[in-house]
Structures are given as C-alpha cells and as structure tokens.
C-alpha cells in the first residue's frame, strides 16, 4: 500500500518508546486500525515493556476521545497525528516523503514537533512520484525511502526529550 510507504518503521517507535520509558514514567497507548496487526507486533518486538495495546479495539470516535486524554502523542503523518493536533494535544510527528508546507501556519509549533530528514530529493511528492488518483500519490515507488530509514530511534529520542523533558517528567 502507498500510504504505509511514508511510515517510521513500528520497530523504530518501539526502540524510541523503550528509550522514552527507561528515562520518564511514561503509560502508552498503541493505536491503529484493525488492519494493523502487523504493525501492533513489529512494536511488541522493540518494545518489551508493558502498553495498552488499542490497535482495532475501537472506532474512529472511541479512538479520537482517547487521544484527547493523552499528554503527548507520538506518531506518523497520518491522521491520527493530524487529529491529535487538532485536539490540542501535544504532537511528535515523523515525516517522510509528504510535502509539510503550510504545517506551520495551521499548526502552533510551540506545542507540535516535527521531525524530518531534510533530503535533496525532499520532499518526494514533488520528484515526480506517480499520481494514483485525486490526492493520492504513490510514496511506494520512491527507491531508498532514506528520509525515514535513516532517522534513528535514538535521534527522534533526543528531539523528544529536548522538546518535551518538562512534559514527560510531570506525569
């Protein structure tokens, strides 16, 4: 599929989110839709401690209230992230080939992270990727997807903790 094409390995999040809880009492939460189970494991395998796992649990209306509850989402450029935002949650959001102009004029970001590997070929959309239909752009035929594969769990660790120490210290 196109869309996961432009997704931070779960393994990558499972290695941030262990780095995250062996420095912050932190409690995660997994969301996802029911599609996603491949995703939900490759996560348990970097991330060996112990998270509420809601990956096809619930609806899109369930799943919006629990983000409104949480202190800090971490995520993709996806939806969720963007729903998140839109919420007034605090945001870490990777992003891969997508274009992010005008992300700062809707987003406050003071309060939303972005972390992205600034590329030549960046952002993609605009390399000539294969139009798949009205909005839909083909992220698969990219070839190295280097502005994903060569973030580190450890990287997007340090952007966290930069970012957010006082956040993550007071739950």
């Known amino acids: 599929d196109s869309q996961y094409a432009k997704i931070w390995a779960p393994g990558q999040w499972g290695a941030t ?11 995660l939460v997994l969301f996802g839709g029911a599609g996603e189970a491949d995703v939900s494991a490759a996560f348990e395998g970097a991330f060996p401690g112990s ?5 096809g649990r619930c609806g899109l209306l369930q799943t919006l209230e ?10 993709n450029d996806t939806g ?5 935002m839109a919420l007034d ?5 990777v992003w891969g080939p997508s274009d992010r102009p005008g992300y700062g004029v809707v987003w406050n970001l003071e309060k939303h992270l972005v972390i992205y590997r600034p590329l030549p070929c960046s952002p993609c ?16 035929n990219c070839g190295h997807r280097a502005c994903l594969n060569e973030l580190s769990a450890q990287e997007v660790f340090e952007a966290i903790r930069r970012r957010y120490h006082s956040l993550l210290c007071s739950d």
């Open 80 to 84: 969720l992230s963007k729903a998140a």
């Open 89 to 93: 949650v605090p945001t870490v959001t």
């Open 51 to 55: 998270y509420v796992n809601m990956v």
């Open 17 to 27: 989110c262990r780095k995250l809880s062996e420095s912050y009492r932190i409690r």
């Open 125 to 140: 959309i605009r390399m000539g990727l294969r139009n798949e239909g009205p909005g839909q752009i083909n992220f698969s």
């Open 66 to 75: 629990l983000i409104g509850r949480c202190s800090l989402f971490l995520g």
